[in-house]
């Protein structure tokens, strides 16, 4: 099994999910909660023992590990700035790291020792016969570097906006870069990895490395990513909205609305961000513009087979928890039309993982996702409308009659 077919299956994908959640501004109202946690586990009994030693076999003391490594940033003179988030633990005198909380463990030990230049890399969840302490050496780490490009945008006189990449080792996550810029950065062990990239404005397109023993730097080269459907659309007619089960509060055609702002809203029930942050900007927005200004129309989208609803009355089923308890009994009162699941490829020559026909059409692979369209029927762009300045974008675009 390859990462394609394994970090985009549908187990994979709720790790996928879970990321997008750690990246977003929702994740920080988790983190007093988190801590607190810390805290109450503390005294739990470890469900597994890891030793951490080096090449000699001694102990690795003050090594780091935690649920998603995340290097945040890069500077080619102090080097990356990396950290595991309020989910670290350390190596203590013995190279002892004690995992106690199941919820944080993803069947994946990452462990760096950034003074030593020392990294683990372990996916632990499949050994059947674990021994305590189950004993990792540690390596010497390779600086792994891989620059993103995207021909397509440069032709339309734009650049890869925030790149994302993250890089797999056993069909698991074990390294997440973002703020880099257009190069990658991986802190890797010797082993074989499947590197991902992802951002704002390309599609996600894959790599396989090899780094050898000894290896300190490896070079994985410069990829071509294709650019996502919606910018190579910007300022031409919107695709209208196609491969639909059922609506809610609907149908609506996008020919309809022409003479409005309309957005499209692409999101899930499944989707941290899209009910806890996304949904709620829609109904400030709906409280703040009429619906003569502005139109709203969700296209609800599954990540997986399991995610995908039916019908209006199934949907309604998902969030009625989501709507007594975080939206205030607030309703979707806009149109909603519930796409079907099926794989697709995102470019004619790319691997099936878009999960929609919708999701392509626009070239949607994040979640929650704002396309804006103007009074003409035209893609104005995509929008984050936690950001004062996109909101003002909107505003601007609503003004304008």
């Known amino acids: 099994m390859n990462l394609t077919t394994g970090l985009f299956a549908e187990k994979k994908m709720r790790l996928w999910r879970y990321l997008m959640v750690l990246m977003s501004p929702v994740f920080v109202s988790l983190v007093v909660a988190a801590e607190e946690q810390n805290k109450a586990t503390e005294k739990v009994k470890p469900f597994l023992t890891v030793k951490l030693v080096d090449e000699a076999g001694k102990p690795v003391v003050g090594a780091q590990t935690g649920m998603v490594v995340i290097v945040n940033g890069y500077d080619p003179n102090q ?90 080792s056993d069909d698991l996550i074990c390294v997440w870069c973002s703020e880099t810029g257009s190069t990658l950065h991986f802190y890797l062990p010797p ?13 996600p397109i894959e790599k396989n490395i090899e780094i050898r023993a000894g290896e300190t730097k490896h070079d994985a080269g410069t990829a071509d990513a294709s650019a996502k459907k919606w910018i190579l659309l910007e300022g031409k007619p919107a695709p209208e909205i196609v491969d639909i089960q059922e ?39 709906r409280e ?22 039916n019908s209006v009355k199934e949907l309604d089923a998902r969030l009625a928890k989501v709507q007594k308890e975080i939206w205030k009994g607030k309703q979707l009162d806009f149109p909603v039309a519930l796409t079907r699941f099926q794989k697709l490829p995102y470019t004619p020559e790319g691997e099936p993982i878009a999960n929609a026909k ?44």
């Open 79 to 168: 080097g990356a700035n990396w950290t595991f988030g309020h989910f670290e633990l350390k190596s203590d005198a013995k190279g002892l790291i004690r995992f106690r909380d199941p919820g944080k463990y993803r069947g994946m030990v990452y462990a760096r020792h950034a003074g030593r230049g020392l990294v683990a890399v372990k996916r632990t969840d499949l050994i059947e016969d674990k021994q305590s302490p189950l004993v990792l050496t540690m390596y010497p780490e390779c600086h792994v570097t891989w620059q993103i490009k995207s021909s397509q945008l440069t032709r339309i006189g734009k650049e890869p906006v925030e790149v994302r990449g993250f890089c797999g």
């Open 191 to 203: 082993g074989k990895y499947r590197l991902v990239a992802a951002g704002e404005t390309i599609c």
């Open 247 to 285: 609506w809610k509060n609907g149908p609506v055609k996008l020919s309809q609305l022409r003479g409005k702002v309309v957005i499209l809203e692409f999101w899930g029930w499944w989707c941290g961000p899209c009910v806890l942050s996304g949904i709620p900007e829609l109904f400030k927005l």
């Open 288 to 309: 703040q513009y009429s619906q003569e200004e502005l139109a709203i129309v969700g296209i609800h989208t599954p990540y997986g087979e399991d995610d995908e609803v």
């Open 358 to 401: 919708m999701n392509v059409e626009y070239g949607i692979n994040s979640f929650p996702s704002t396309i804006v369209i103007d009074r003409q029927g035209n893609i104005f762009g995509n929008l984050k409308l936690w950001k004062q300045s996109d909101r003002d974008k909107l505003k601007q675009l609503i003004k304008a009659k």
